[in-house]
């Protein structure tokens, strides 16, 4: 006699979407990037939300004056001493290469923008991120090209520039 199997259910380990929020890691607080490091800084922080659930998302680092200016100090110290001496052609590998990891990271992105803001995955994966990439794609093309532009045989790099969430800047 031959046994029959009770009827199995069958179970499916499925990956994650593509899109899914499982592909992204957010860390519970973040500080501010200046000099090449993380720091603290020395403003309050604040919590960013999910639009869509409310979640409480991350604690996020506010600069206050005094990050702001150290962040502009270190930002003008790595515009004398190496991006600024830099030709157009090394300045374009860099800005080459920020596009192309925008691409490669092109679904996390889209991911994080799409919670952080609550707008559909669609817009943020078929608009948002390319465009990002392709400014900084249109922005290398141009960073040996600077002297055909008008700008005399040996353009310059102008230096700092930053803003502050509230509209005001500093250089």
């Known amino acids: 006699m031959v046994k029959v199997p009770e009827k199995a259910t069958p179970f499916f380990e ?6 899914s929020r499982s592909i992204v890691d957010i860390k519970a607080s973040y500080g501010l990037f200046i000099d090449g490091e993380f720091v603290d800084g020395h403003g309050k922080s604040f919590k960013t ?3 869509s659930t409310e979640e409480v998302l991350a604690e996020v680092a506010e600069a206050d004056e005094s990050d ?8 003008r110290r ?5 991006w600024g001496r830099m030709p157009g052609s090394e300045r374009a590998k860099y800005l080459y290469r ?3 990891i925008i691409r490669e990271r092109g679904r996390e992105l889209a991911v994080l923008e799409s919670i ?6 669609k817009e943020s994966r078929d608009v948002d991120i390319p465009v990002v990439a ?3 794609f249109y922005y ?3 960073a040996d090209k600077l002297s055909y532009a008008g700008l005399g045989p040996d353009p310059k790099s102008l230096g700092v520039a930053g803003q502050s969430s509230r509209g005001t800047s500093r250089c």
Not at 68 to 74: G, I, T
Not at 78 to 82: L, N, Q, W, Y
Not at 116 to 121: A, H, R, S, V, Y
């Open 49 to 51: 939300i999910s639009p």
């Open 134 to 136: 392709a400014h900084f």
């Open 78 to 82: 790595a515009h004398s001493r190496v």
């Open 14 to 19: 499925y990956a994650p979407a593509p899109e």
């Open 68 to 75: 702001v200016d150290l962040a502009v100090r270190a930002a």
């Open 98 to 100: 920020i596009a192309r």
């Open 140 to 142: 290398a093309g141009w």
């Open 116 to 121: 952080d803001n609550g707008k559909p995955i």
